[in-house]
Each structure stands twice: as structure tokens, then as C-alpha cells.
């Protein structure tokens, strides 16, 4: 076999990798772990997979001869939990003990387990794995001398351990602190806000470095000067105030010797730390593969695995194609259940609007009180926190803005400057919220002295998206802290959300707007004209119906908008 078409076979078998289920009760896959030890033989080069708790393998690495890249994966990160998923890993030397480098790993990534395979010429040799633990180390240790020495239910109940122990474990001392972030950008107020960001994700921001504005990325010499800042404030992370690219990225970490996130990373992990439904975490995870697919292209030998002419592209190629192609896969399957899910809430909006409840959706900047409000409006247990992105998953209520009228007010999630479209097109399904409803509330925080900014912020994505024209009442929220005069803006309610000024105005607005919005209308509707009546039933509340010799008389109540276009339809 010549070298090319071993480099094809071998390229197969790498990315087959990618395609193995094992059983979930098994830890260590004992036809998995073969496979792995045969194309590190091969190659003489790391093997590593990352393995669900459902025993699929989501994530295949070919590394160097003696390491493989753990750290490039965006794994959710939390104090209170571990990863969810387990690191499988080769040593070609035939050493599977675990090394200083993979315990830092686990640690950092907080994986479920970390494990080495040994791997000789011969086959495999031994077998370590550590997880988490609250001994004096941080973490536990179990050894096997060969892979059917494996105590695998063992070794899977001390993983269970693990993350029931998690908020107890004992980390290293970096570990256990928050990281120590350098910022960096061009404006004052932005870094501020990325400044937020970082403490929001639960890194302690000691450098801020705003530079003038200018064509580019930042020049050499200020990544020198900012390296020995780095140095000197043992600064574990930059971040900064833009999207890079991945070459920008590289250049960045390059001159600073530190890792470097942009923004659009830095809040798509915030995300990931806060999406606590299926739906939000599919949601987080569709924007991430976006991300993440972006930035395949141009990255060269980052992505080179194989290396040494093994295959027939070219160093990094074959790692490329297979990242493109199991990113594309899983959005794929991401899109189809969110698909789903959207048709769900779509008939339960149906629902609502055949029960005739106007529909009112909070919009606003991200922290501007809109789970407050939302409280102050319908009682009961609301999360409320302050922090960005407190809510990431809408939550509607029923509450009467007067007696016995009946509304549906719905939660959204904050909206920011630089919001990564990414996030925009993950969350559509649920942002169609806004997008149906009848009236928006705009909630302003008016204390903040970016307010205006962060409305022109939030009228961009409405627009985006498709609300910009839905009727819009502007409530300037948390005047309680506000220590200069209240902004003047026509028709906009003065409010305190968390001690209950305002809101008997808000609800008297609320109200007023929603009589301007809908629309009583009576029409008869001729019996060959069955196709408007369909229409009226299902898009209107139906509130009287009489049959005469005409046709059917219907008097019923929709949006304004709505009542015209049945008008239209009738008249046709």
C-alpha cells in the first residue's frame, strides 16, 4: 500500500472515531480503547476522545508524539458541576500514568475523568484515571494494569461521586481563585461593560488597557508593553473588546503568552454557564458550533493533527474537514429539535390568542430589570439577579392590568451592544416571543448613564429580528436610583420595579396602549366565503355568531392589524 492510500485509510479511521457509541455503563470502552492504541502505533502520535455520559463520542483529537490539545474545547464551565464529559487519551511511550500536564487538565476543564492508555508496539500496557475528589490533592487516582483489569463500575460510581461532591472539592490554589483577566479595547464605556461581563463569567479583571482606535489589530509594540503587564500582575487572561479572528487570536496569545478570548467568546460562555433548560442549552450549543465553524477556515497548522504527509491534502486538512463536517451534523440535529420545540410554543401561543389574551413581551439591555418588572406586574417566584443574562429562557405569566382584562406577559432575554449574531440566530425560535406579541414593554434602566446607548442597542436587534414596528411602550425602570433629573422622553412611564412606584401608571398605560392595538369589528360573511370565516376563527377571539340569510354574522375581536387584513380578505 503506498503512502497516499495509507494516509487515506488511516484519515477513515480517525474520523470513525467520531462516529463510536459505547454502552454507558462501560467507562472505558474496551474496543474503543483498541482502535485508539492501534492509530497511535500508527501515527506515534497522542489519540484523544471526549465521551458524553451517554457514551457518545463527541470530540477526536490527534495530537503530538507526546500531547494532544486538551484545552480547545468550550466545554460549560461551573463551580457547582463537572463537564460532562470523560478524556480518553493515548501515551505512545507506553507510560499510562497520568502526567502533571493531564491533572492540570482535569482540574481546569473539570472533566468527569481523565484517563491515559499506555500504548506499546505490542498493544496496550497499563490503564490510569483521576477524577475530582475532596482529598488534600484535589483529585483521585485509580490504576489498571491492563484494560480488562478495569473495575468499570467502579471507576463510573467514583465519577458519580465526584460530581456529587463537586461544591466540596479541594482545587489547586489558581483554581480556586478567580482568573485574572487583562481587558482590552478602544472604548472607555465598552471595556466597562466587558469589565461586567468578566465578573459575570467569574473572572477578577486587574488591567484594563483602552487603546486609540485604529485600522487594525493592535500594534507590536503595545503587545510587548502589555506582555510584561501580563508578567508582572500574573494576569492568566486577555480579553478582548472585539471579534478576532483566529489568526488575530493567535498573534494576540503569541506576543501576550496568555490565552485571549474576544467578546463574542467570552459571552457565549457566559451563556453556557446560564442556560438551565433543554432548550437553552440547545440553544447556547447551536451559537457555539457557529462560532466555532467560523473559525476552521485560515487557522493552518493550529488544525494540523495527522502532520508528516499522512494523507493527501496536507498538514491540518484532514482535521479541518473533519471538524467542518461533525460541527455541520450537530447543528443540523440542534436546528430539527428547536424546530420542534418552536412549533411547540408556537401552538401554545395559538392557544392563548384564540383565549383572547393580549400579548405583552419585555424587551430590553441585559440587567435592566425586566425580571423585576415582570414579578412587580404578576407576582410569584421570578429569578432575578443582579448580573447579565440572569434570564435566558422566556417565562410567560397571566396577570390582569385591570379587572377582568386579562394579559400574558412574557420575560425575554437581555439584548447588549455587540450582541454576537450568533446568539441572535441560535435564539430566534424563542426571540418569536417578541416578535408575535401585541404590545413590547422597552425597559430602560434610566440610572445608567449609558441609557440611551443601550436603547439604540436594543431598537437594532428588534429591528433585526422583526419588531421593530410592534407597538412600543418605553418604561424607564429603577428611577428609585437615579441621582440626576429623569430623562424627558414623550410617552415613556417612570418606574421602580423593586419597590412599586409607578406601576399603577404602567398598568393605566399598559392598558390605554392595548385599546389602540385592538380592534371590535362585525361582519357578515357569505357561505361561499368558508376560507374567511377559517380565518376569522383561527386568527380573532370569536365573541358573537348568528346565521341569517346572507351569511354568517360575526362580530369578533383581533389586533388592530389583524381586523383590517380580515376586512381585506372579506372584501376581495
Given at each position: 500500500?503506498?503512502?497516499n492510500?495509507m494516509?487515506?485509510?488511516?484519515?477513515?479511521?480517525?474520523?470513525g472515531l467520531s462516529?463510536?457509541?459505547?454502552?454507558?455503563?462501560l467507562?472505558?470502552d474496551?474496543?474503543?480503547?483498541r482502535?485508539?492504541a492501534?492509530l497511535?502505533?500508527?501515527?506515534?502520535?497522542e489519540?484523544?476522545?471526549y465521551?458524553?455520559?451517554d457514551?457518545r463520542?463527541?470530540?477526536?483529537n490527534?495530537?503530538e508524539?507526546?500531547?494532544a490539545d486538551?484545552a480547545?474545547?468550550t466545554?460549560?464551565?461551573?463551580e457547582e458541576?463537572?463537564?460532562?464529559l470523560?478524556?480518553?487519551?493515548?501515551?505512545p511511550?507506553?507510560?499510562?500514568?497520568?502526567?502533571s500536564?493531564?491533572?492540570q487538565?482535569?482540574?481546569?476543564l473539570?472533566?468527569?475523568?481523565?484517563?491515559?492508555?499506555?500504548v506499546?508496539?505490542?498493544?496496550?500496557?497499563?490503564v490510569?484515571?483521576?477524577?475530582?475528589?475532596?482529598?488534600e490533592?484535589?483529585?483521585l487516582i485509580?490504576?489498571?494494569?491492563?484494560p480488562?483489569?478495569?473495575p468499570?463500575?467502579t471507576?463510573?460510581?467514583?465519577?458519580?461521586?465526584?460530581?456529587?461532591?463537586?461544591?466540596?472539592?479541594?482545587?489547586?490554589e489558581?483554581?480556586?481563585q478567580?482568573e485574572?483577566?487583562?481587558?482590552?479595547?478602544t472604548?472607555?464605556?465598552?471595556?466597562?461593560e466587558?469589565?461586567?461581563?468578566?465578573?459575570?463569567?467569574?473572572?477578577?479583571?486587574?488591567?484594563?488597557?483602552?487603546?486609540?482606535?485604529?485600522?487594525?489589530?493592535?500594534?507590536?509594540?503595545?503587545?510587548?508593553?502589555?506582555?510584561?503587564?501580563?508578567?508582572?500582575?500574573d494576569?492568566?487572561?486577555?480579553?478582548?473588546?472585539?471579534?478576532?479572528?483566529?489568526?488575530?487570536?493567535?498573534?494576540?496569545?503569541?506576543?501576550?503568552?496568555?490565552?485571549?478570548?474576544?467578546?463574542?467568546?467570552?459571552?457565549l460562555?457566559?451563556f453556557?454557564?446560564?442556560?438551565?433548560t433543554?432548550e437553552?442549552?440547545?440553544?447556547?450549543?447551536?451559537a457555539?458550533c457557529?462560532?466555532?465553524?467560523s473559525r476552521?477556515?485560515?487557522?493552518?497548522e493550529a488544525?494540523?493533527r495527522l502532520?508528516?504527509g499522512?494523507g493527501?491534502?496536507?498538514p491540518?486538512?484532514?482535521?479541518l474537514?473533519t471538524?467542518?463536517?461533525?460541527?455541520?451534523r450537530?447543528?443540523?440535529?440542534?436546528?430539527?429539535?428547536?424546530?420542534?420545540l418552536?412549533?411547540?410554543?408556537g401552538?401554545?401561543r395559538?392557544q392563548?390568542?384564540k383565549?383572547?389574551?393580549p400579548?405583552i413581551?419585555?424587551?430590553?439591555?441585559?440587567?435592566a430589570?425586566?425580571s423585576?418588572?415582570?414579578?412587580?406586574?404578576?407576582?410569584?417566584?421570578?429569578?432575578?439577579?443582579?448580573k447579565?443574562?440572569?434570564?435566558?429562557?422566556?417565562?410567560?405569566r397571566?396577570?390582569?392590568?385591570?379587572k377582568?382584562v386579562?394579559?400574558c406577559?412574557?420575560?425575554?432575554?437581555?439584548?447588549i451592544?455587540k450582541l454576537?449574531?450568533?446568539?441572535?440566530e441560535a435564539?430566534?425560535?424563542t426571540?418569536?416571543?417578541?416578535?408575535f406579541?401585541?404590545v413590547?414593554?422597552?425597559?430602560?434602566?434610566?440610572s445608567?448613564?449609558?441609557?440611551?446607548?443601550q436603547?439604540?442597542?436594543?431598537?437594532?436587534?428588534?429591528?433585526?429580528?422583526?419588531?421593530?414596528e410592534?407597538p412600543?411602550l418605553?418604561v424607564?425602570?429603577?428611577?428609585?436610583?437615579?441621582?440626576?433629573?429623569?430623562?424627558?422622553?414623550p410617552?415613556?412611564v417612570?418606574?421602580?420595579?423593586?419597590?412599586?412606584?409607578?406601576l399603577?401608571?404602567?398598568?393605566?398605560a399598559?392598558?390605554a396602549?392595548?385599546?389602540e392595538?385592538?380592534?371590535?369589528?362585525a361582519?357578515t360573511?357569505?357561505?361561499?366565503r368558508?376560507?374567511?370565516l377559517a380565518y376569522?376563527f383561527?386568527h380573532?377571539r370569536?365573541?358573537?355568531?348568528?346565521?341569517t340569510?346572507?351569511?354568517?354574522r360575526?362580530?369578533?375581536?383581533?389586533a388592530s392589524?389583524?381586523?383590517?387584513k380580515?376586512?381585506?380578505?372579506?372584501?376581495?
Amino acid at each position: 500500500m503506498n503512502s497516499n492510500r495509507m494516509g487515506n485509510a488511516l484519515k477513515l479511521r480517525v474520523d470513525g472515531l467520531s462516529e463510536v457509541t459505547t454502552e454507558p455503563s462501560l467507562f472505558l470502552d474496551f474496543s474503543l480503547a483498541r482502535e485508539m492504541a492501534e492509530l497511535t502505533r500508527l501515527l506515534k502520535r497522542e489519540v484523544c476522545v471526549y465521551v458524553s455520559r451517554d457514551g457518545r463520542v463527541q470530540y477526536v483529537n490527534v495530537g503530538e508524539s507526546d500531547r494532544a490539545d486538551l484545552a480547545a474545547l468550550t466545554l460549560r464551565r461551573s463551580e457547582e458541576r463537572l463537564s460532562g464529559l470523560r478524556c480518553l487519551h493515548t501515551h505512545p511511550g507506553g507510560n499510562g500514568r497520568l502526567s502533571s500536564v493531564d491533572i492540570q487538565s482535569l482540574k481546569k476543564l473539570r472533566f468527569d475523568a481523565i484517563c491515559a492508555i499506555g500504548v506499546t508496539e505490542t498493544g496496550i500496557s497499563d490503564v490510569s484515571m483521576a477524577t475530582l475528589w475532596d482529598n488534600e490533592e484535589g483529585y483521585l487516582i485509580a490504576y489498571a494494569a491492563k484494560p480488562d483489569a478495569i473495575p468499570q463500575d467502579t471507576w463510573l460510581e467514583q465519577v458519580r461521586e465526584a460530581d456529587r461532591r463537586i461544591k466540596r472539592v479541594t482545587l489547586t490554589e489558581q483554581t480556586k481563585q478567580a482568573e485574572r483577566v487583562m481587558l482590552i479595547g478602544t472604548e472607555a464605556a465598552s471595556v466597562e461593560e466587558l469589565e461586567r461581563l468578566t465578573d459575570t463569567a467569574g473572572g477578577e479583571t486587574v488591567y484594563k488597557a483602552i487603546q486609540r482606535r485604529g485600522d487594525g489589530l493592535i500594534g507590536t509594540g503595545k503587545i510587548k508593553e502589555l506582555a510584561l503587564v501580563a508578567q508582572e500582575k500574573d494576569i492568566q487572561l486577555a480579553v478582548y473588546d472585539d471579534e478576532l479572528t483566529a489568526s488575530e487570536q493567535h498573534t494576540l496569545e503569541e506576543g501576550l503568552g496568555v490565552r485571549v478570548l474576544d467578546r463574542t467568546a467570552l459571552i457565549l460562555d457566559i451563556f453556557a454557564m446560564r442556560a438551565a433548560t433543554r432548550e437553552g442549552k440547545m440553544q447556547v450549543e447551536l451559537a457555539q458550533c457557529r462560532y466555532r465553524l467560523s473559525r476552521l477556515k485560515g487557522t493552518g497548522e493550529a488544525l494540523s493533527r495527522l502532520g508528516g504527509g499522512i494523507g493527501t491534502r496536507g498538514p491540518g486538512e484532514a482535521k479541518l474537514e473533519t471538524d467542518r463536517r461533525r460541527l455541520n451534523r450537530r447543528m443540523y440535529e440542534l436546528k430539527t429539535q428547536l424546530g420542534a420545540l418552536s412549533e411547540r410554543r408556537g401552538l401554545m401561543r395559538k392557544q392563548r390568542q384564540k383565549q383572547e389574551l393580549p400579548q405583552i413581551a419585555l424587551v430590553g439591555y441585559t440587567n435592566a430589570g425586566k425580571s423585576t418588572v415582570l414579578k412587580a406586574l404578576c407576582g410569584g417566584e421570578v429569578f432575578c439577579e443582579d448580573k447579565l443574562f440572569a434570564t435566558l429562557d422566556p417565562l410567560t405569566r397571566r396577570c390582569e392590568i385591570e379587572k377582568n382584562v386579562p394579559i400574558c406577559v412574557t420575560d425575554t432575554v437581555g439584548f447588549i451592544r455587540k450582541l454576537p449574531h450568533q446568539l441572535v440566530e441560535a435564539f430566534r425560535s424563542t426571540l418569536e416571543e417578541t416578535v408575535f406579541a401585541d404590545v413590547l414593554l422597552h425597559v430602560c434602566d434610566a440610572s445608567s448613564p449609558e441609557m440611551f446607548c443601550q436603547m439604540e442597542a436594543v431598537e437594532g436587534v428588534l429591528s433585526e429580528i422583526g419588531a421593530g414596528e410592534i407597538p412600543t411602550l418605553l418604561v424607564l425602570n429603577k428611577c428609585d436610583a437615579l441621582t440626576g433629573d429623569l430623562p424627558t422622553l414623550p410617552g415613556s412611564v417612570a418606574i421602580s420595579a423593586a419597590t412599586g412606584e409607578g406601576l399603577d401608571a404602567l398598568k393605566r398605560a399598559v392598558a390605554a396602549l392595548l385599546k389602540e392595538t385592538r380592534a371590535q369589528r362585525a361582519v357578515t360573511v357569505p357561505y361561499t366565503r368558508g376560507d374567511v370565516l377559517a380565518y376569522i376563527f383561527a386568527h380573532a377571539r370569536v365573541l358573537e355568531q348568528e346565521h341569517t340569510e346572507e351569511g354568517t354574522r360575526v362580530v369578533f375581536s383581533a389586533a388592530s392589524g389583524e381586523a383590517d387584513k380580515i376586512i381585506a380578505k372579506l372584501e376581495r
